[in-house]
């Protein structure tokens, strides 16, 4: 297996523009996470789902991010507007059974708004 | 989850073995003690966990205390592929909101030649 997938794996933008992170979790695996890494913060729990269902969202910062699961193999974040403030490496991971198995991350997206 | 305390930095020589502590004098009869760690610019990765006994696989030992207040993730011959963060990390299996991975601040370490 390809283990868990990101794109892109950086990206800069402009504040105010619209931002799409991408993520392929492991095949087979059921959970999904969205985690963000700050220097300031460290890693943070965004958002997780359970067979695609948004199980718990209280870790999204503001209602300028949004997350969805259309499907077992692919998940979206997306930041509208995105602001400086959000930079940060976006990690995505999943893992077998929620709150079960460990958990595999993938390589991350770093974005930078300028 | 029961917190958790490790030293932000060691220094370890290559070969020789790592020795990561882990405070977690909270913990409860039921949260398992997991140890992540995270290779710079790449996600985090799981290494191995244990509730009471201890345990070993390919990567790692790990040592669990007795009273379970304290561990140990022992690498048995680090190199310099082991320079990482290790975090430490204590939870109940399930898949409650409060079962989730909580991620400190972890412990730097540095494999030298």
């Excluded at chain 1, 892109?8 to 695996?29: A, N």
């Excluded at chain 2, 430490?88 to 400190?104: K, Q």
Aim: glycine share 8%; hydrophobic share 35%; with cysteine.
């Amino acid at each position: 297996d390809a283990g868990v997938i990101q794109s892109p794996r950086h990206e800069v933008t402009e504040m105010g523009q619209e931002v799409t992170l991408r993520c392929k979790p492991i095949s087979g695996h059921n959970s999904l996470f969205w985690y963000r890494q700050t220097m300031m913060r460290g890693l943070e729990l965004l958002i997780y789902f359970n067979n695609n269902v948004p199980i718990d969202d209280s870790g999204m910062p503001e209602d300028r991010f949004s997350a969805k699961m259309p499907n077992a193999s692919f998940s979206t974040l997306k930041i509208q507007p995105s602001e400086p403030r959000d930079s940060a490496v976006y990690f995505c991971a999943s893992s077998l059974e929620l709150g079960y198995n460990e958990q595999f991350f993938g390589p991350g997206t770093r974005l930078t708004v300028l | 989850d029961a917190k958790t305390t490790q030293p932000p930095s060691m220094d370890c020589a290559e070969g020789r073995a790592a020795n990561l502590p882990c405070n977690h004098s909270t913990i409860s009869g039921n949260e398992y003690v997991y140890w992540y760690r995270q290779i710079h610019s790449q996600g985090p990765q799981y290494i191995i966990h244990g509730l009471k006994n201890n345990e070993t696989n390919e990567m790692a030992s790990l040592i669990i205390t007795e009273d379970r207040k304290s561990s140990t993730l022992i690498l048995p011959h680090a190199t310099l592929r082991d320079t990482a963060v290790y975090y430490c990390i204590v939870r109940v299996l399930g898949n409650n909101a409060g079962n989730m991975l909580t991620f400190g601040g972890g412990t730097r370490l540095m494999v030298k030649p």
